[in-house]
């Protein structure tokens, strides 16, 4: 009886103990460390991660506005296609690709095998184009201007214009079978988010929704 009751004694200060460092374990985990970007002087909009490495876009600096990490602790400066505004880079089907808010320095969407050597591709339209994802076996982009804000492609490299509603659309995501993209208000639209459930052929069909708190 004595050994049982010196068992649990031990076992019930073992969870105290442990309930008592948890929380300063936990804090740790969440522990931020700077590192030094490069160039640590570039504007960077966007990052991804994808076939064992991080790769950074930035809308600043003077043919390096790619950055490439297999750790996200050491960076080494890439050449980009173009010193354009490069907002928003992804992965997937065995590529990286990147898009751009701006043309001034040439072609809008870049891609890259390995995140390294990037090669420019035109995009659908010369639009103000914002965040592009990959998921459900395609590239989608939105972008905040243009005709038909939304390009889609099954490669990176071809792009298709697509219709959609005319919003200030900043970013689009993929989950639970549904694409969804949201706006800044452009005040003639009381539209903030536009979902897309269907790809049928590489044609997105847009679907509105209208976000609580848009006027």
């Known amino acids: 009886m004595k050994i049982f009751f010196r068992s649990i004694t031990r076992d019930v200060a073992f969870l105290f103990l442990m309930m008592l460092f948890l929380p300063e374990a936990t804090q740790a985990q969440f522990t931020w460390t700077g590192r030094a970007a490069a160039p640590n002087t570039s504007s960077w909009r966007a990052v991804t991660y994808g076939n064992n490495l991080f790769v950074a876009v930035g809308a600043t600096g003077t043919g390096n506005r790619v950055m490439t990490s297999p750790d996200g602790i050491t960076w080494t400066a ?97 989950g639970n079978n549904l694409f969804v993209a ?25 679907q509105r929704q209208t976000a609580i708190g848009v006027a």
């Not at 880079?89 to 990037?118: H, R």
């Not at 949201?182 to 847009?206: E, I, K, R």
């Open 78 to 174: 890439r050449t980009s296609t173009a010193d354009n505004l490069w907002s928003s880079v992804t992965y997937g089907n065995g590529v990286f690709v990147a898009v751009s808010s701006d043309a001034a320095g040439g072609s809008q969407v870049m891609t890259s095998p390995d995140g390294i050597a990037w090669t420019a591709r035109t995009a659908a339209a010369a639009n103000a184009w914002r965040s592009v994802i990959y998921a459900n076996n395609l590239f989608v982009a939105v972008s905040s201007d243009g005709t038909n804000r939304v390009m889609t492609s099954p490669n990176g490299i071809t792009w298709t214009s697509r219709a959609a509603i005319a919003d200030s659309w900043q970013s689009v995501t993929y």
């Open 182 to 206: 949201v706006a800044v208000p452009n005040g003639s639209s009381t539209d903030g988010v536009m979902t897309s459930p269907t790809v049928l052929l590489g044609q997105v069909v847009p």
